[in-house]
């Protein structure tokens, strides 16, 4: 009965998590002249604070952060359509979920997003939760519903992907929003 279900109107906190995701991120020149395999581009990396945020909780302050990532991601090619998946840090928290929700959805302004992977609500909350989630997607790894969620919650305005069929990603955006004001993004592309 207690489950995180990020973005559900019934969501009930986070789920702890323990583990470890480690990446090695160099030039791509370097990467192929050493015969390595690249699974990734950065195609852009950007970071903002809500000063709205207490040292201890989210804050108020969605419409900064979604202009700070609406700019970063305007200069991709295709601008936010050029986006085929969101993998969002969602936890499942009340207030946090709530405002990276309100963060996706003002970016996007009236478009709709592409799909929203919450990958926190499997492997619970640790530092590379969303890092190889996002890799796997880009891999065309089938990616499945959200477990628990059932019924979108107003206040946030998004809802994960129902594990329905999705086309491989050219380029996803990873999201991430702490407790304390501290927002971060990165938009990994598919290495040709």
């Known amino acids: 009965a207690e489950m995180p279900r990020p973005f559900d109107r019934r969501r009930n906190g986070f789920l702890a998590g323990e583990g470890a995701t480690f ?18 581009r950065v195609g852009w990396s950007g970071a ?10 989210w804050g108020d ?3 900064a952060l979604a202009a ?33 929700g309100r963060v996706l959805r003002a970016a ?20 590379g939760g969303i890092l190889a989630p996002a890799l796997l997607a880009l891999e065309g790894a089938y990616i499945g519903p959200t477990p628990g969620f059932e019924e979108p919650d107003p206040e946030v305005g998004v809802a994960p992907h129902d594990g329905g ?26 290495a040709p």
């Open 23 to 40: 990446l090695v991120l160099e030039r791509e020149d370097d990467a192929r002249a050493r015969g390595a395999r690249v699974l990734a």
């Open 48 to 57: 903002a604070f809500d000063a709205t945020a207490s040292v201890r909780d």
């Open 61 to 63: 302050g969605h419409a």
């Open 68 to 100: 700070a990532l609406r700019a970063g991601i305007d200069r991709l090619p295709g601008g936010a359509s050029g986006v085929s998946v969101v993998v969002s840090g969602a936890s499942g928290a009340r207030r946090g979920d709530r405002i990276e």
């Open 108 to 127: 996007w302004r009236e478009a709709p997003l592409p799909p929203v992977l919450v990958p926190k609500a499997v492997v619970g909350e640790y530092g």
């Open 165 to 190: 069929g999705m086309e491989i990603p050219a380029r996803i955006l990873l999201t991430g929003l702490a407790s304390g004001g501290a927002a971060a993004w990165v938009v990994l592309e598919r």
